[in-house]
Every structure is written in C-alpha cells, then in structure tokens.
C-alpha cells in the first residue's frame, strides 16, 4: 500500500485547516483553526481499487511569518496551494508560495495543485474570477479546483485529483 503525504500551503486564513479537517473528518467550524494540535491528519481512500493512504499536514500558524522551514516541506509528494477566492491578496501570494517550494524541495518531485476555496460566499463579495485562477494554474501547467470548506463543494475532487496525478508516477501503479 502506499503513503501518500500532501501539504497545505497558502496565506493563514484562506481555509487550510478547514479544508484539512473538511476532508479527514467530514466536520466544518466558523472559527480560525489556530488550535489544531496536530501536524497531520490521515484518510484512507481507494483509487483504482488501489488502497492508499494519504497523510495531509497542516501548517500551525507559521505562514503568518513567512517562516515554514524546509522541514515541512521534506518528504512532500503533493502540495496544494490555496488561496481565498474573496482575498485578492492570498491569490497574489500563490507566487510567493510556488517560489517558497521551489526553493525548500529541490531535491525531489512535487506535484501541485490549484485551489480557490470559500467559493460558497456571496459573488459580491468574491475578489478573484474562476478565469483568473484557471490562467494562474495553466501558466504553472498544474490543476485548479474552486472549493468550498463550508459546503463540501469540490474538496475530495481537489485531494483525489492530486492524489491521482502522484500515484501515476509511484513505481507499482
Ligand atoms: P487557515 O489559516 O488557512 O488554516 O484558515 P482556517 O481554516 O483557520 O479558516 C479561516 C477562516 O475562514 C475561518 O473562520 C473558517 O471558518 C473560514 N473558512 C474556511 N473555509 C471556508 C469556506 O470554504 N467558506 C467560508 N465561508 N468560510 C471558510
Ligand atoms: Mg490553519
């Protein structure tokens, strides 16, 4: 069976921890999820009748400071990089982030993936189109999901799809 272990990355609050706890757990809160207390979550998942384990960690808050080591990033296979569809700043950042990663795992394979999340917020409110994250994502040659934390919208689609994309490239698969 396999482990596959996946990041999250992005500006703190764009809803990692919630898409994290979303997908391990089935469960959604309105609050900053600043007390997690934990590195990691698993779930198993099966893809083409293939078992496989996927080991999701969070960050704890460092991305305020800009101050994710390269220990975080070690033994990464997939990071998805998200950003908050209302945040136009969180979207800019997504360069910064595929900047960051460039620099902190050189030395092996990472696949990446797009994701606009809290796309459940009034369109009034959103700051980001859907056309702009397809072109940011088409320009890095990597998928784009729009999601959504709150209502369930696109979340296992957004970790099967990159789960998929590792798995090809795994030895036995
Ligand atoms: P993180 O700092 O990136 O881990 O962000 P959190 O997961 O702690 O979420 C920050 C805030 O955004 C919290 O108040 C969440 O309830 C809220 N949030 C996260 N995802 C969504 C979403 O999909 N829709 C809405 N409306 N709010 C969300
Ligand atoms: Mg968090």
Redesign the pocket.
């Known amino acids: 069976d396999h482990l596959i272990k996946l990041l999250?990355i992005?500006?703190?609050?764009?809803?990692?921890?919630?898409?994290?706890?979303?997908f391990s757990d089935s469960y959604?809160?309105?609050?900053?999820?600043?007390t997690l207390g934990i590195d990691y979550k698993n779930r198993a998942i099966e893809l083409d009748g293939k078992k496989i384990m996927l080991q999701v960690w969070?960050?704890a808050?460092q991305?305020r400071f800009r101050t994710i080591t390269t220990a975080y990033y070690r033994g990464a296979m997939g990071i998805l990089l998200?950003y908050?569809v209302t945040d136009e700043s969180s979207f800019n950042n997504i360069t910064n982030w595929i900047r960051s990663i460039e620099q902190h795992s050189s030395d092996n394979i990472v696949n990446k993936i797009l994701v606009g999340?809290?796309?459940?917020?009034d369109e009034s409110k959103r700051a980001v189109p859907f056309s702009k994250g397809q072109a940011l994502a088409n320009k890095y040659g990597i998928k784009f999901f729009e999601?959504?934390?709150?209502?369930n919208?696109n979340v296992d689609e957004a970790f099967f799809s990159i789960a998929r994309d590792i798995k090809q490239r795994l030895p036995d698969s």
């Open positions: 999250l992005g500006d703190s609050g764009v809803g990692k921890s919630s898409l994290l706890l979303r959604f809160t309105t609050s900053y999820i600043t969070d960050t808050g991305e998200v908050d999340n809290k796309v459940d917020m999601t959504s934390a709150k209502t919208l």
